[in-house]
Each structure stands twice: as structure tokens, then as C-alpha cells.
């Protein structure tokens, strides 16, 4: 459920660019996918949450929503809008 809510949010436009030194440190097959937008909001509220509701298994969940937040932004570079949330019959 939280990855469906990544990568339809991932397709919002980009709140803010990302950092130079971003670029440096982080391997480059990830850092294309490190969009700062309303995916990643929903996703830093998220990881909060679940820290804050227990601290070991919150920062598993964190780093799970992590991924999902890479990956929806993945997802969202990969295929199209137009393609992504057609229903076919």
C-alpha cells in the first residue's frame, strides 16, 4: 500500500533540486532516482511515524519506506502517466 502511495506521488513535480554533494557520495544508479518530491514528504512523515511508534522496528519500517519511496520514483521514470494508470477492461 505505502509503494502504491510513493509511486503515485512520485509524479509530482520536484519541490526542491537535489544537492551537489548528494551527487558525489551516493552511488549514481540511486541518486536518479532521489527526486525531492511529494513522495518524498509522504515518506519522511511516514518514517517519523513509525519511529516514533517504536524504535527498532520504526527504523526497519523506515528503511523500508525508503525503498518504496526509491522505488515509486523508479517506477514513475520508467513508465509514462498516461500508461501507468490506465485501465484496461
Known amino acids: 500500500m505505502i509503494y502504491g502511495i510513493m509511486a503515485l ?14 551527487e558525489s557520495r551516493v552511488p549514481p544508479e540511486v541518486v536518479q532516482h532521489m527526486n ?9 512523515f511516514y518514517s517519523i511515524f513509525y519511529i516514533c ?9 523506515a ?5 518504496c519511496w526509491l522505488g515509486g520514483n ?13 485501465v484496461n477492461y
Open 74 to 86: 523508479r517506477f514513475a521514470k520508467e513508465v509514462p502517466w498516461e500508461t501507468a494508470w490506465k
Open 9 to 22: 506521488l512520485a509524479y509530482s513535480e520536484p519541490l526542491f533540486s537535489r544537492p551537489a554533494w548528494l
Open 63 to 67: 528503511l523500508l519506506v525508503a525503498g
Open 36 to 44: 525531492f518530491n511529494r513522495s518524498f514528504v509522504a515518506a519522511v
Open 53 to 61: 511508534l517504536d524504535n527498532r522496528a520504526g527504523f526497519l519500517a
